[in-house]
């Protein structure tokens, strides 16, 4: 990754550009589960949850494609000194290609 320049998201499940930022999330330390939450309708708490197993903030992004039931996740983990990123993706439960679920962009102007 290089910090001097610009990617655009693509949506790995069907090549869409249209990719909407839906939550962002920071976990606690060894806790599973978002401590805070950025979502459409708002900052949410959740001081709770179960081990993790690793150590060190977790920091994650939520994508959704805006054409199909995908999912997708930028993690930041911090452990050590060290920040590793890790990307996954999925498509939504009860979906299946071509289906286009609505997509609750964080907010948008
Ligand atoms: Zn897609």
New binding site residues.
Partial sequence: MNFNETERLI??????EN?HPTAVGVHNAGKKGRLVEVTSDGVHQSPNGATMGKRGVVIELEFN??????VMIVKYQFHKGDTSRESSWFIMDGYTAGECPPVETIWRD
């Fill in positions: 949506c790995p499940d069907c090549g869409c990719v494609c805006e054409i199909c039931p995908c």
